[in-house]
């Protein structure tokens, strides 16, 4: 039988609960997983909201990407809880000082939101498919269009401003939803590598880059499958968004980190025997010098050159996921480290991902992979791309 | 003051049965010990688990509990560990502890403490089991500067971060000020363990849920002492009504200069403590 809880080795003094870590990959997973939803909902509203053209090739992908990664976002905390089953006792009664205690609504709220939205924004499609063919799938569609098959001008003006409403909406929802998330870490007293004020901030930040960025690799990854050329101003654009907020990001991470160290208050010591011990490989070697520092360069140089082309494309698709890599490392740097670092100061512990098991590996990575396979599935019901893909925004 | 009385009756109890040897405590007084352990053991028969908890009549507005540790009398000998371990049912690993013991030792020419508890491998080795509650004499060939014992567990703190970010409000703070878990309601995700600056919760994977110290909150309602306290052969622990002023608690915190652990977290910890050193984490 496999036994109930695995004991952490640690070094020096921590105290004797702490030998078992509560928060595991999936937890990694978790703000992973919400930061690429806000991400990609950020590109959507540059075409909806703020009526950049040059995302227009992108922006029902992005929607579409947002909503199929967003489908998975509870399922790592459920998976997590001891008693899932009464998973709705917070939604039911929530107890308001807990930054948790949000999560059910404001979580409900934005997938309200973003269902509606893409609803909107694929209702002629649905229309189109349920009066043109017949059989099962057209049915689907008749259903989907909830019996509306009003495609006027004036429908369609109606439905643009509805989906400009909700894409100004979701901002603010998308990004509370994730900045939220930081505030959960960053809100405990109890460790100070959460400890933080600009743990949402960062949170924040990176979730954007990690959004633009895997936006990136798949707008090519299906222009790819495709077989069609990829459109470089929006690729170019989405490069641009990730070259800027990547740039914010890392300053903020080094703030955050600076503050830390600088302040020094107890514990430091141990803190700077993690970063400058278990540490050295995940945070300064592949969050900041390849996942954050390189694509900053690699994007810098595209940029100052005028670089265009296949260049272009693969330098942009290298530096997105770099990005992503990086984004991943940061949760897990975030997540795992404020736990292997003990609550006594004097200890640290070393987490160890177990296989399989309901918060292991194999898990983790079933969960990253189900968004990307809903997407796959979600493309072909709700082709995002076209000629007259995205409404035009409405002003 | 009814509390006061209860305590003492529960320590004498206790003092029976390790000498069912009363005889030679005299005839007078061994009557009167068999008098107390009668009535102690007729009300605290179902301890833990039984039917009688919440307590009939029991008012919670009335009482203040507060608990005292005196760390110069602590000896280390991990009793109150294994009481409350077969009192709460915690599970008996190394790994779960509603209370434990830390141990600080300076040796000659290091600056800082080398601190262990139950759960370090070398303690666990020196018994043979997790089960075995003792320290490993590690430090006899060493030369030892200065060593003592620092009991833990929850500080059923005034304001528990705990409690704070608690999603579902299963665990809350009573009137009388205990911390408790509704063990019926609670998600078990396990963001109280986090939260508490001190290490006192743990995550009951048997249950699913969130578990800590309640100062044996089952049997405190009844005007008994909490396990830990009740078993304490150096009266190193504690235990009392902050209300009545000739509690032992009350007392302890008169008669001594107390401090509480972390107050700079603002949690406002209820666990006083006497004989500490700065090192203490």
């Not at chain 1, 296949?310 to 990005?323: D, H, M, N, P, R």
């Not at chain 1, 670092?341 to 991902?353: E, F, N, W």
């Not at chain 2, 028969?45 to 608990?67: L, M, R, V």
């Not at chain 2, 200065?146 to 304001?159: D, E, G, L, R, S």
Request: hydrophobic share 45%.
């Amino acid at each position: 039988m496999e036994p109930l809880f695995h004991a952490a080795p640690f070094i020096g003094y921590v105290y004797p609960n702490e030998t078992i870590i509560p928060w595991t990959v999936l937890i990694v997973v978790y703000p992973y997983l919400t930061g690429l939803v806000a991400g990609a909902f950020t590109v959507s509203s540059l075409y909806h909201v703020f009526g950049i053209e040059r995302f227009k090739p992108a922006a029902r992908f992005a929607l579409l990407t947002s909503l199929c990664f967003m489908i998975f976002v509870p399922l790592p905390l459920l998976l997590h809880l001891g008693r899932p089953e009464r998973a709705f006792n917070s939604t039911i009664t929530p107890h308001w000082t807990s930054a948790m205690a949000a999560f059910g609504y404001a979580a409900s709220f934005y997938m309200g939101l973003l269902v509606l939205e893409t609803w909107f924004a694929f209702r002629p499609h649905f229309v189109e498919q349920a009066q043109k063919g017949r059989g099962l799938l057209a049915r689907l569609y008749g259903v989907l269009t909830l019996g509306s098959y009003d495609l006027s001008e004036n429908a369609m003006s109606h439905d643009r401003k509805w989906i400009f409403a909700l894409a100004a909406i979701g901002i603010p929802a998308a990004h509370g939803l994730h900045g939220y998330v930081g505030f959960i870490f960053g809100s405990l007293k109890s460790r100070e590598w959460w400890s933080s004020d600009l743990m949402p901030v960062v949170f924040l930040f990176s979730a954007i880059i990690s959004g633009v960025a895997l936006l990136i690799v798949l707008f090519v990854a299906s222009c790819k499958l495709r077989k069609i050329p990829v459109d470089l101003p929006c690729l170019k654009g989405m490069a641009y968004t990730l070259w800027g907020f990547a740039m914010l990001t890392i300053v903020l991470e080094g703030l955050e980190f600076a503050n830390i160290v600088y302040k020094g208050r107890e514990g430091i010591e141990m803190i700077l025997e993690y970063v400058t011990g278990p540490l050295v490989i995940p945070f300064f070697v592949i969050q900041f010098g390849i996942g954050a520092v390189t694509p900053i360069l690699i994007l810098s140089y595209l940029i100052w050159r005028g670089t265009t082309g296949k260049t272009l494309i693969t330098g942009v698709t290298i530096s997105a996921l770099l990005v992503l890599l990086s984004v991943f490392m940061m949760r897990w740097n975030v997540v795992i480290g404020g736990q292997e670092i003990a609550k006594t100061g004097k200890g640290l512990l070393s987490y160890h991902m177990l296989i399989f098991h309901r918060e292991g590996l194999v898990v983790a990575a079933a969960l990253m992979a189900a968004p990307l396979i809903t997407l796959a599935v979600a493309v072909r019901l709700l082709p995002p791309w076209g000629e007259n893909s995205a409404p035009s925004p409405s002003h | 003051m009814s509390d006061s009385i209860s305590a003492l009756k529960a320590r004498r109890a206790f003092l029976g049965k390790l000498g069912g040897a009363a005889a030679c405590a005299g005839a007078v007084a061994g009557a009167g010990a068999l008098g107390v352990m009668q009535e102690v053991d007729a009300k605290g028969a179902p301890a833990a688990g039984g039917g009688s908890f919440p307590t009939p009549d029991y008012d919670w507005t009335q009482h203040q509990w507060g608990y005292g540790i005196d760390a110069t009398k602590c000896i280390g000998c991990l009793r109150c560990v294994e009481a409350c371990k077969k009192e709460n049912d915690v599970p008996g690993d190394a790994h779960h502890f509603r209370t434990w013991v830390e141990r600080y030792v300076y040796l000659e020419g290091e600056d800082s403490p080398r601190i262990d508890s139950h759960h370090d491998p070398v303690n666990i080795a020196a018994s043979g089991s997790e089960r075995e509650y003792r320290f490993a004499n590690r430090y006899k060939d060493a030369k030892v500067e200065k060593a003592f014992f620092v009991p833990k567990m929850c500080n059923q703190c005034t304001h528990p971060a705990c409690v704070q970010c608690c999603p579902t409000g299963a665990t809350y703070k009573t009137k009388d000020g205990v911390v408790l878990i509704d063990h019926e309601y609670c998600i078990g995700c396990a963001y109280c363990v986090q939260a508490c600056p001190y290490g006192a919760r743990f995550f009951n994977e048997s249950k699913g849920v969130s578990d800590k110290c309640t100062w044996c909150y089952h049997r405190i309602t009844k005007g008994l002492q909490p396990a830990c306290v009740e078993v304490c052969p150096v009266g190193a622990r504690v235990f009392g009504d902050l209300k009545d002023k000739q509690s032992p608690i009350s007392q302890f915190i008169r008669n001594n200069r107390t401090r509480v652990l972390k107050p700079e977290t603002g949690n406002a910890p209820n666990v006083y403590y006497v004989g500490l050193d700065k090192d203490v984490v």
